[in-house]
């Protein structure tokens, strides 16, 4: 069993910086890959970024590449989303995402999900 809790989200003005954090409760994280999805009114969650166990992997949706940076810190059991150059179409609700063993795109892989946390980007 994995427990996610994000935190991180805010307000901020077009051009600026959030980072975003997620720590895992569970023995399992440091096996885990982990992801960050994001979600609209509406809409279905969409996969932004993603990294492997050991974090020598990652990868990014083509709109955020660039901006956005993932990375872990597996003695902290923490995933983090730095957040660049933010623009209005990046505000959503994000979420962050466990499964084994390696990373997906989409989000009915995923077994664990955290409570989301809102990024406001305002023009």
Do not use: H
């Amino acid at each position: 069993q994995v427990q996610l809790v994000e935190s991180g989200g805010g307000l901020v003005q077009a051009g600026g910086s959030l980072r975003l954090s997620c720590t895992a409760s569970g023995r399992t994280f440091s096996r885990s890959a982990m992801a960050w999805f994001r979600q609209t009114p509406g809409n279905d969650r969409k996969w932004v970024a993603g990294i492997n166990w050991s974090g020598d992997s990652t990868f990014y949706r083509d709109s955020v590449k660039g901006r956005f940076t993932i990375s872990r810190d597996n003695a902290k059991n923490t995933v983090y989303l730095q957040m660049n150059s933010l623009k209005p179409e990046d505000t959503a609700v994000y979420y962050c995402a466990a499964r084994t063993p390696a990373v997906t795109t989409e989000a009915r892989d995923y077994n664990y999900w955290g409570q989301g946390t809102q990024v406001t980007v305002s023009s």
